[in-house]
């Protein structure tokens, strides 16, 4: 059973750095095809991807937001750490980590932590 | 970036009708689309991949269709747990994004 949860702070000052980290169980971070996700959602709002790493530590980022953020994974730890600098309260939101499953070329967020809700104010 | 677009952004309807959602996407993506569903309070929930195959367990009234830049999600008998947010994401390249959410209350 595939299982992932967010950790970090939930009040954050603006300009700070953000850091999250999602633990999961159930799979392996070194097995080919498999990634973790994260995708943020203002309160109200829609979902926002912003960022995957691959087993194979390739990485992927949101344009918009690439110049902040930063992915890792500890695979013998089972983590992966998201890394957010200069945070605004427009950075408020609930943050959520996903497996990307699949097979081949398709592939999709398949299971989904329970999210981490971040304020942002002074 | 690939947008994409869902329609309507919100929807009322009553239990046992039909319901159809659409997502369209700036530009092709064969069907590397998925369908996830949000319930107010919880994370989003797979429902569709790969733009017509339904996730196991999902029940078998969830349906999705369409290719290219189009794309349907139809609940074809709805239930009273099927009121939620519904949101489309493609998969085809990065930034991978999501629509903007179509929100289906209770008429």
């Known amino acids: 059973q595939i299982t992932l949860k967010e950790s970090g702070p939930t009040l954050v000052k603006p300009t700070q750095t953000l850091t999250l980290t999602c633990t999961f169980s159930?799979?392996?971070?070194?097995?080919?095809?498999?990634?973790v996700g994260w995708i943020r959602q203002p309160p109200g709002k829609a979902l926002e991807w912003l960022a995957l790493?691959?087993?194979?530590?390739?990485?992927r980022y949101s344009p918009s937001l690439e110049s902040r953020l930063t992915i890792t994974k500890d695979t013998s730890r089972n983590q992966v750490v998201l890394i957010m600098t200069n945070m605004d309260p427009v950075d408020t939101g609930t943050y959520y980590c996903?497996?990307?499953?699949?097979?081949?070329?398709?592939?999709?967020?398949?299971?989904w932590g329970r999210g981490s809700l971040v304020t942002v104010s002074s | 970036d690939i947008q994409m677009t869902q329609s309507p952004s919100s929807l009322s309807a009553s239990v046992g009708d039909r319901v159809t959602i659409t997502c369209r996407a700036s530009?092709?993506?064969?069907?590397?689309l998925n369908w996830h569903q949000q319930k107010p309070g919880e994370a989003p929930k797979l429902l569709i991949y790969?733009?017509?195959n339904l996730q196991s367990g999902v029940p078998s009234r969830f349906s999705g269709s369409g290719s290219g830049t189009d794309f349907t999600l139809t609940i074809s008998s709805l239930q009273p747990d099927d009121f939620a947010t519904y949101y489309c994401?493609?998969?085809?390249?990065?930034?991978?994004?999501f629509g903007q959410g179509t929100k289906l209350e209770i008429k």
């Open positions: 159930g799979f392996s971070l070194s097995t080919s095809g498999v990634g």
């Open positions: 994401q493609q998969s085809y390249g990065a930034p991978y994004t």
């Open positions: 790969a733009a017509s």
């Open positions: 530009q092709t993506i064969s069907n590397f």
């Open positions: 996903a497996h990307r499953g699949g097979q081949g070329n398709y592939w999709y967020f398949d299971i």
């Open positions: 790493i691959y087993w194979d530590a390739d990485k």
